[in-house]
């Protein structure tokens, strides 16, 4: 009985403190070494689903970003970074949002040229029509995953979050990416 009490007391106790749009904006630059006011936005609208002036708990912070640090299978923590940026929540992503995401960020930084990797596929196969393609691929996250199999936002998201790092070789194709 005194367990559950706890736990109850715990978890009350983690909800008082919050995060603001304001924090995490300010803090986005400490944590993950390059600022993107852009990005910090998109973080914080995808914790508060989409809710404007909205203080977000740590139980809120802590499911959204658990699926980072579960290797139950490869692909959870690819997903978490994916449904980061599904900013609409509609199982794909929007390449206006993506190209708003690339504008506003560091350009020699892992994430930005994953970022524009994505935007190479959607342009090559979409607007240009190379490959034989005849109908228009979606960026869903068989396309991301297929595209990106390690995002380096894992890495970096879970590095700033729970402390802990281990670097992986990056894809050789979007480091080597042409602009």
Known sequence: MAGKFEDQTKKRKLSSYV?????????????????????????????????????????????????????????????????????????????????????????????????LALIRVYKQKNILLQGGYRRQIVLNFATFNGLIPKSCMVDELQYACFGEYVPKKVTAGLVTAKL
Not at 26 to 32: A, D, P, T, W
């Open 19 to 115: 995060l603001t749009e304001e924090s995490i904006i300010k803090n986005f630059e400490s944590l993950f070494g390059h600022p993107s006011e852009c990005y910090a936005k998109i973080f914080y609208l995808k914790l508060s689903n989409q809710k404007d002036q909205a203080k977000i708990n740590f139980m809120r912070f802590q499911e959204v970003l658990m699926g980072l640090v579960d290797d139950s299978n490869k692909d959870n923590a690819n997903r978490a970074c994916f449904n980061i940026l599904d900013f609409k929540g509609q199982g794909q992503l929007d390449i206006m949002f993506l190209i708003q995401i690339y504008n506003n960020t560091s350009r020699d930084t892992l994430f930005a040229q994953e970022i």
